[in-house]
């Protein structure tokens, strides 16, 4: 944070899209695998710049959700409108062109790999020099190494992961790979940010870190957040609005607040006959 | 306040120059174009130079000046090791303002006594996690006006009045300067009026003994104590140090700061407490300091990455360190070596002290400083073999850092150094440490009484620290004051001394000394679990707990014969002879933070075992063989129960002190 450097702060990509304007809506989505019902009519829509939270008993479909939404899953029936376009099949990697980015579950990160090659990993998609360009490591393509390193230092610095910045992920722990995961997206620069479990198996402290990051990251770069928790203190806490689902159906969508009490979702959890 | 200095770029010292401030217009001028400050940011060192410092604090200053910072003010500085903390520290005192540096650890109540004691009228802090505790306690401080921050992250959105970025207040600062073309000079101009006898900085005591203390340093005396010791060791514009230690800590506030400014090297703040170490690597200090922990933590991990090596990388490790041993400290200190054991060592600095030292970031050390606490022999040395210039000095937030430091060529693991330049050193008669140096302080803030308990009606400082001289005028700190007595024949009895001694031994995991008013010295002892249960293994003796164990003949066989290795050693120096040990017992069970025995840090809480263990310590005085006792004990879960055993007492052989064993029936 000095005169000293001069990056540019880093966004979300500018899409033309107002604060609180729909940025993605899905309406009327099913999706099946054979005769297994994954999501069966669920509309749902994101608003710029808010923290969406998917949430729900085991099974109910919220990761199917996020899939269908980045164009890993197409689904049989129904439409994804993002940035007002319509859409019905996409490969992930165009979803990421769009502006799209997720973590998993599962710490998916290249492990033989440090926390700079990972996140630099994630600024492939704004690299424009060729492959040939870039083995010559010269002149333009250089230009271009070095302004990308430049975001990709800011974001150590956002996620305050400078000690690890030359360890090889691996070796990291849980927490921190979790954290490292956080900051590829980040890279992509993405203007709506998907993020599956981002606390599963963290410790209290660690857990409260990362809320930390999540908000640092919606209202420093005014990123759109939709995520999938199964922590209800933390969805409670972080989230603008959140969406039920159980057994593949939208059981309730609203505030944090209206959701708790309704009663449809008190039973999804508690556990009612079906 | 002067002092001709040769040859170490202070020559320019001339009378004026009393305050901090007026060595950083110094520098501008002197050292324009060498580095001042460097800072990991982003990955990259960033660095300015002297006249950017002062063109970044000059703009600071002007902007606390607009904002209505006036002389006498006091600013709270809270956060860590940052550029800009640091030039808070001279842009405040530019405008004849406080520095009051305040652990960033410390927890809000905490800071809110300092802040409220000291009376604080600007907060410079880090970040937002700083702000918020000052926040949580702002509407009790009616004094507080202004809150500045370095880092914006996660303020964005808090909407409090007297909340400022500090790039603002810069921007407001150079502002005022373009609006009024004699700003900048009159700033400068009253730099240079200002008086060498205003308070520099105010710094608070850690406060381990009752409520933290404001230590008020005077200007021209701090001036004088940093030209003093950098002189000692020949400071420059070339050196470079790791600013890592905590801000409010005298320590980081003289060697960083104070020494800084008036040698004009260059400070590095690193980029997180996390990558030290690899900051240390890539900066390569010619000075540093660390408390002997450091270096103990450092011999641990390259011990440990060694033991992971290859047979033949051990052997080459075990060889060389061995050769080490033996020459290091004599080439260190230029005492003469054989030729075998120069070529040699050679090799070694070629093979393996070189790259060693370039691992742990050494590589440039000039001069190293350990202090706070003992430092074990083989720790010592091991440094010093492979040829760092690690010395001990003693000191105390009182004296603004240095009481004695020792001398490049003339160091030892247990001494401390003789008198740092310009220091008096006496030890009362009750053996405790007394000085008075250039650099000490004119008071504690609005606490007038302490001053005077602390001062002697003839000035000197009482340190709370016993200690005494070597026959080399080197120091040596026995123990606090407070604790030292005498026994009943008038010979010097330091607990903690002995219990030190005796804690050296593997086998011994805790020891509590008695003899102060007594005919001699006695002492209760815990075995180490972990040393005597393998040493049992070993030896085929079952046991079934700690207390089993612990009364065991052969293990008070053992025990007996470190005690006895303590005696002698104790009988060869003339202070401390007649302390020895002339009966033990080993506790039937471990001294417990839990039953109150031992503080969290788990030091002895000696006067509460006295109490506790009354009748055991009247056993090893009235030369009882046994004695039965029984002892609440608090279990993990918070239950009590009750552990009683009869517990052996056993004479030691003392020595006299011309070291000839002779044997003493005590009793």
């Given at each position: ?274 | ?604 809480r000696r006067s509460f075992i006295a109490e506790r263990y009354g009748e055991l310590i009247e056993a090893l005085y009235d030369g009882s063989p046994e004695k039965f006792v029984s002892t609440e004990v608090t279990y993990e879960d918070g239950r009590k129960g009750r552990i009683s055993a009869t517990v052996t007492i056993v004479d030691a052989k003392t020595y006299s002190p011309a070291a000839a064993p002779v044997q003493e029936a005590a009793e």
């Open positions: 944070m000095n005169a000293h450097v001069a990056t540019k702060p880093l966004t979300s990509l500018d899409d033309g899209i107002a604060k609180g304007d729909m940025l993605l809506k899905v309406d009327n989505v099913s999706l099946s695998f054979g005769g297994v019902k994954a999501i069966t009519d669920i509309s749902l829509d994101i608003r710029k710049g808010e923290i969406r939270a998917i949430i729900g008993p085991n099974g109910a479909g919220k990761t199917s959700m996020l899939n269908v939404i980045n164009g890993f899953y197409t689904p049989q029936q129904g439409v994804i409108t993002f940035r007002g376009k319509q859409r019905r099949a996409m490969k992930p990697h165009h979803a990421v062109l769009q502006g799209i980015a997720r973590t998993f579950q599962n710490v998916a990160l290249f492990k033989g790999m440090t926390t700079l090659e990972n996140i630099m990993a994630g600024r492939s998609v704004h690299m424009k020099r060729n492959m040939l360009w870039q083995m010559l490591w010269h002149g333009p393509a250089l230009r271009e190494e070095i302004e990308h390193r430049e975001k990709v230092e800011e974001i150590i610095d956002f996620l305050e992961i400078e000690h690890i910045r030359r360890t090889p992920v691996g070796k990291l722990p849980y927490g921190l790979q979790k954290r490292v995961e956080l900051g590829r997206a980040l890279a992509m620069e993405p203007s709506l940010l998907l993020l599956d479990e981002p606390m599963a198996g963290m410790n209290l402290e660690e857990k409260e870190d990362m809320s930390r990051f999540i908000i640092d990251v919606n209202q420093q770069r005014g990123t759109t957040i939709a995520l999938i928790e199964h922590d209800m203190g933390v969805v409670m806490d972080l989230s603008d609005r959140v969406v039920v689902l159980d057994y593949g159906k939208k059981i309730a969508d609203g505030a944090p607040e209206e959701v708790k009490n309704d009663q449809a979702v008190i039973d999804a959890y508690l556990g009612v006959a079906h | 306040m002067k002092r001709l200095m040769g040859g170490t770029g202070l020559e320019h010292a001339s009378t004026s120059l009393d305050t901090f401030p007026k060595y950083l217009l110094l520098n501008a001028r002197r050292f324009a174009d060498r580095p001042a400050m460097r800072h990991k940011d982003y990955g990259i060192w960033q660095s300015w130079t002297w006249a950017q410092q002062r063109d970044e604090i000059r703009a600071f200053a002007i902007g606390l000046q607009e904002m209505g910072l006036r002389h006498g003010d006091k600013v709270a500085i809270v956060g860590a090791n940052r550029p800009r903390l640091y030039w808070t520290f001279a842009a405040a005192q530019s405008v004849g303002a406080v520095p009051v540096p305040v652990y960033s650890d410390a927890v809000a109540e905490e800071m809110s006594y300092v802040l409220d004691h000291a009376g604080v009228k600007f907060a410079v802090v880090q970040d937002q996690e700083q702000v918020d505790k000052v926040l949580s306690f702002r509407d009790r401080m009616p004094t507080l006006e202004h809150i500045i921050y370095d880092e914006p992250r996660g303020l964005r959105d808090y909407a409090h009045d007297g909340l400022s970025d500090f790039g603002d207040v810069q921007a407001r600062g150079e502002a005022a300067m373009r609006d009024d073309a004699g700003r900048a000079a009159r700033w400068e101009e009253a730099i240079g009026k200002a008086s060498g006898s205003d308070v520099t900085v105010m710094l608070y005591t850690s406060g381990t003994t009752g409520r933290s203390k404001g230590v008020m340093i005077t200007a021209a005396g701090a001036v004088d104590a940093a030209v003093g010791t950098a002189s000692f060791d020949q400071l420059s514009e070339k050196d470079s140090v790791l600013a890592y230690l905590p801000l409010a800590w005298v320590g980081d506030h003289y060697l960083n700061y104070a020494q800084g400014y008036v040698s004009g090297l260059c400070m590095n703040c690193p980029e997180s407490q996390q990558t030290v170490a690899q900051d240390l690597r890539e900066i390569g200090p010619t000075f540093y300091f660390a408390p002997p922990r450091v270096f103990e933590g450092l011999l641990t991990s390259v011990t440990i990455r060694m033991e992971d090596g290859g047979w033949f990388k051990k052997w080459m490790f075990r060889k060389f360190i061995d050769v080490a041993r033996r020459h290091g400290e004599a080439i260190l200190e230029k005492r003469p070596v054989p030729l075998t054991g120069r070529l040699a060592y050679g090799l070694g600095e070629f093979i393996l002290y070189g790259p060693l030292k370039n691992v742990l970031g050494m590589s440039n050390i000039r001069v190293a400083y350990t202090a706070g606490e003992a430092i074990g022999t083989d720790l010592f040395s091991f440094f010093r073999s492979l040829g760092i210039n690690l010395k001990q000095l003693y000191g105390q937030t009182e004296a603004f850092l240095y009481v004695t430091a020792q001398k490049d060529g003339n160091v030892r693991a247990d001494t401390v150094g003789p008198a740092a330049p310009d220091v008096d050193i006496r030890i009362a008669d009750n053996g405790e440490v007394q000085f008075r140096s250039p650099g000490m302080f004119s008071g504690y803030y609005k606490e007038e009484d302490k001053t005077t308990e602390t001062l002697t009606d003839d000035g000197y400082v009482k340190t709370g620290d016993a200690g005494f001289f070597e026959a080399d005028g080197q120091l040596r700190i026995i123990d606090r004051a407070k604790d030292v007595g005498k026994l009943r024949d008038g010979a010097l009895f330091a607990p903690k001394y002995i219990e030190n001694m005796l804690k050296f031994f593997p086998n011994i995991k805790e020891a509590v000394a008695f003899g102060d008013g007594r005919d001699f010295a006695a002492a209760f002892l815990n075995i180490d679990l972990t040393a005597v249960g393998d040493w049992a293994e070993r030896n085929n003796i079952a046991y079934a707990s700690y207390q089993e164990l612990a009364g065991h003949p052969l293990v008070y066989e053992m025990i007996a014969k470190n005690v006895d290795e303590t005696n002698r050693r104790l009988s060869h120096e003339p202070m401390m002879a007649g302390g020895q040990i002339r009966r033990f017992l080993i506790l039937h069970k471990e001294l417990d933070a839990d039953d109150g025995e031992l503080t969290r840090t788990q030091k002895v």
